[in-house]
């Protein structure tokens, strides 16, 4: 069973930046995947990044390339990313997810963590 845990979302003034962390339990393969989504009120959820357990293909969402840079520490079961240039529209609940190697689509959820930023 896998149990994925959000942590450090928070408010912060346009242009500041954030680090959000996902604490993973369970067994994990090279070949899972991680990803982190957002949704903002009234808006479906989006992806935002993604990264294979195996570090060796990562993805970014075009609206957070090049402020947000996904990261995975397997020693520690943990993905992170970090997130700078923040901009109000970046405001939203943001979840961690992962993949598994046999999956089709991202099966396991955390409870997300909100993330606001003002102008």
């Known amino acids: 069973q896998i149990q994925l845990v959000e942590s450090g979302g928070g408010l912060v003034q346009a242009g500041g930046s954030l680090r959000l962390s996902c604490a993973r339990s369970g067994r994990t393969f090279s070949g899972d995947i991680m990803g982190w989504f957002r949704q903002a009120p009234g808006k479906e959820r989006d992806f935002v990044a993604s990264?294979?357990?195996?570090?060796?293909?990562?993805t970014y969402a075009d609206s957070v390339k090049g402020r947000f840079t996904i990261s995975r520490d397997k020693a520690k079961n943990m993905v992170y990313v970090q997130m700078n240039n923040l901009k109000p529209e970046d405001t939203a609940v943001y979840y961690c997810?992962?993949?598994?190697?046999?999956?089709?689509?991202?099966?396991?959820w955390g409870q997300g963590t909100q993330v606001a930023v003002s102008s």
């Open positions: 997810a992962a993949k598994l190697l046999w999956d089709t689509e991202y099966r396991y």
């Open positions: 990264i294979t357990w195996s570090g060796g293909l990562i």
